[in-house]
């Protein structure tokens, strides 16, 4: 909850949580940035965040929270350009060396589709991995696209070996397009809304 003295307090109407940090980066002026959790039981409203460093406020701000706001984890290749990290079922991680295949069988990472809940219903709490042999779905529906094609994840749970994060399993389409920059999306959906990430890339031989 304490990183290179820095702390971060999440508070909304009576509730209040201190937020795990993951690591403090300061390259320079601009570009210093803290990457936290957010808590897991934070309220569904605007929270005020608080950055303390040593002891005293140094940044305080406004963040609205939402059931859900999926992200895909990302990486930057041997090209400098960031895309999807996927894994194989081997173990190997696709590259611009070692692209995708028509067919296979893949894993994305992604963080942001809600508080899991085991089969079992437990509630999974902040800084919590998942429970092996007790899965934790996403609580809403998710979809993936690749080249604009809407693919029902294979299997969707959360990670059991880290913090925030869903493996979705999936099926490359067999007739996706060749090309380093293959559209890449996942989406959730709340009540009736599609919630869409930002749009990332594979490469698919």
């Not at 005293?56 to 939402?66: D, E, H, M, N, R």
């Not at 979705?168 to 009736?192: K, R």
């Amino acid at each position: 909850m304490s990183l290179s003295g820095v702390t971060v307090q999440f508070a909304s109407a009576g509730y209040s949580a201190s937020s795990p940090l993951y690591s403090v980066c300061n390259l320079g002026p601009g570009q210093e940035y803290l990457v936290v959790q957010t808590p897991a039981d934070l309220p569904l409203a605007d929270a005020t965040v608080t950055v303390q460093a040593g002891g005293s406020p140094v940044g305080q701000g406004i963040a609205p929270a939402a059931p859900a706001s999926p992200g895909i984890f990302t990486t930057a290749m041997s090209d400098g350009t960031k895309r999807a990290i996927l894994r194989r079922l081997d173990g190997t991680y696709v590259s611009l060396e070692a692209p995708a295949q028509a067919g296979e069988r893949l894993q994305a990472f992604v963080t942001g589709l809600g508080r899991p809940v085991t089969a079992s219903g437990i509630a999974l709490n902040t800084n919590q991995a998942g429970i092996s042999g007790d899965d934790a779905p996403p609580p809403n529906p998710v979809t993936i696209g690749v080249a604009g094609e809407v693919l029902q994840p294979v299997t969707a749970t959360y990670a059991t070996d880290q913090i925030g994060v869903y493996v979705l399993t999936f099926d490359v389409p067999n007739d996706a397009p060749s090309g380093t920059d293959v559209a890449f999306t996942v989406t959730t959906t709340l009540a009736d809304q599609s919630v869409l990430t930002d749009s990332t890339t594979l490469p698919v031989q």
